[in-house]
């Protein structure tokens, strides 16, 4: 099966993601992730996405259509997937339709996850991530800490350029004009579910959880 986490900037989709993944054995696909990536590494994707990225503007649709298409095919995804910053149009909407129709995933669902806007500004502001694993801390938690908790690099700390507040209002302005537009898209075709994102990590994800559960159920009914 798998899962679109869907919400805006900061709304804890990673966060989310890496639960489900190491609990379901799913891949969590971060179009984010592989970009930063690919910027690190310099490859010629990287040094388009690159400006693109820091100026809080999305990467055009061909390429991260193109991107997508590939990464589905791989075969071990048949396990289980979490898309994860993708789709952010609806251009990218109707392309993922075809793709995902094209290699037979029929079993999927929509989580939408919310948060008030003022909140999501002053979540990534405080955001900081590890440039050698790309965990995302919150800086009260790592403000003592020299080592990443996650992969133990040494002063690895910084803040993304496109979490710096003027870029984020306009990430979020993006997100309400670009990629909100992708719910209406998706409340006229597939399986859709909103959960309200200002609970803790926790109590999100159990919430989470029981959508799963009650996705693969369903499958196992229609299969039967
Ligand atoms: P994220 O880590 O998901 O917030 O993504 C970081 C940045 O990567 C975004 O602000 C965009 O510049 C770019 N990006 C990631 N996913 C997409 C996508 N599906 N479409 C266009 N740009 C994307």
Known sequence: MYIILFGAPGVGKGTQAKIISSKYGFEHI????????????????????????????LVPDDIMIGIIR??????????GFILDGFP?????????????????????????IQVDEEELVK???NRRACKVCNSIFNNNEIAELTECPNCGAKYSFFQRPDDEEKV???????FRETTLPV?????NSTKIYGIDGLHPINEVSEQITKIINKTKENKKTVDA
């Open 88 to 112: 952010r149009t609806v251009s990218q909407a109707e392309a993922l339709e075809k793709v995902l129709a094209d290699l037979h995933y029929d079993n999927g669902v929509i989580i939408v």
């Open 183 to 187: 719910v209406d898209y998706y409340n």
């Open 168 to 174: 984020i209002r306009k990430r979020l302005k993006i």
């Open 30 to 57: 971060s179009t984010g992730d592989m970009l930063r990536e690919s910027v690190k590494k310099g490859t010629p994707l990287g040094l388009k996405a690159r400006d693109i990225m820091s100026k809080g503007q």
């Open 70 to 79: 590939e990464k589905l095919a791989e075969p071990q995804l048949k396990n």
């Open 123 to 125: 979540r990534l502001t």
